[in-house]
C-alpha cells in the first residue's frame, strides 16, 4: 500500500532551496535589468552605486565610500579613476594625510543626477511589484543582511 499522504521530504542542497542561490540569480537578473538603463548614462552598476553613494553626500572619503558599499578600498579606486577620466568626479588628497583621498563630484557628474532619477521607475516597473511590496522586501534583505555582516 502506498502512503501518498507523506509530506516530500526537505532537501536541504537542493539549488532551488537555497537561499543565497535564490539572492545570488535575483542579482544578476537585476544587474541585467539595470544594464540597458545605465549604458543610456554611460555607467556600469558598480560606477552607478558609487555616484549614489556621492549624490547622496559629496566630499566622502575612498575609505567612507568604500565602507558605505561593503567592499575593498583597493577594488573602488580603479572604479573612481574611470569616473575622474569620464570627469564626473575629482579626486584629491587630503591636506592633513596623504594617504586619505577624498572624492568629490564635478558639475557634470552632479548633472548626471537629474538623468540617473528615471532609472528607479524603470526597475519598478520591471520588478512587477508595488512600491511598498519593495520596500518591505527592502527591509527583509537589509535585516538579513545585517544578520550576515553580525555573523561574521
Same mark, same amino acid.
Given at each position: 500500500?502506498? %502512503?501518498?499522504?507523506?509530506?516530500?521530504?526537505?532537501?536541504?542542497?537542493?539549488? %532551488?532551496? $537555497?537561499?543565497?542561490?535564490?539572492?545570488?540569480?535575483?542579482?544578476?537578473?537585476?544587474?541585467?535589468?539595470?544594464? #540597458?538603463?545605465?549604458?543610456?548614462?554611460?555607467?556600469?552598476?558598480?560606477?552607478?552605486?558609487?555616484?549614489?553613494?556621492?549624490?547622496? $553626500? %559629496?566630499?566622502?572619503?575612498?575609505?567612507? /565610500?568604500?565602507?558605505?558599499?561593503?567592499? %575593498?578600498?583597493?577594488?573602488?579606486? #580603479?572604479?573612481?579613476?574611470?569616473?575622474?577620466?569620464?570627469?564626473?568626479?575629482?579626486?584629491?588628497?587630503?591636506?592633513?594625510?596623504?594617504?586619505?583621498? /577624498?572624492?568629490?563630484?564635478?558639475?557634470?557628474?552632479?548633472?548626471?543626477?537629474? $538623468?540617473?532619477?528615471? /532609472?528607479?521607475?524603470? /526597475?519598478?516597473?520591471?520588478?512587477?511589484?508595488?512600491?511598498?511590496?519593495? $520596500?518591505?522586501?527592502?527591509?527583509?534583505?537589509?535585516?538579513?543582511?545585517?544578520?550576515?555582516?553580525?555573523?561574521?
Amino acid at each position: 500500500m502506498n %502512503d501518498t499522504s507523506k509530506a516530500p521530504v526537505y532537501d536541504e542542497l537542493l539549488l %532551488d532551496n $537555497q537561499v543565497c542561490f535564490a539572492l545570488h540569480s535575483t542579482s544578476l537578473l537585476m544587474t541585467k535589468v539595470y544594464k #540597458p538603463l545605465l549604458q543610456a548614462l554611460g555607467l556600469t552598476y558598480p560606477q552607478y552605486l558609487a555616484m549614489l553613494v556621492l549624490w547622496e $553626500q %559629496d566630499g566622502l572619503t575612498v575609505g567612507e /565610500i568604500s565602507h558605505r558599499l561593503l567592499t %575593498d578600498p583597493g577594488s573602488l579606486t #580603479p572604479l573612481l579613476k574611470r569616473l575622474e577620466a569620464e570627469g564626473l568626479l575629482k579626486r584629491t588628497r587630503s591636506r592633513e594625510d596623504e594617504r586619505v583621498v /577624498i572624492v568629490q563630484l564635478t558639475a557634470q557628474g552632479r548633472a548626471l543626477q537629474a $538623468q540617473a532619477r528615471s /532609472i528607479p521607475p524603470c /526597475i519598478l516597473g520591471a520588478s512587477g511589484h508595488s512600491l511598498e511590496r519593495l $520596500q518591505r522586501l527592502q527591509a527583509e534583505l537589509l535585516a538579513l543582511r545585517d544578520n550576515l555582516q553580525n555573523s561574521l
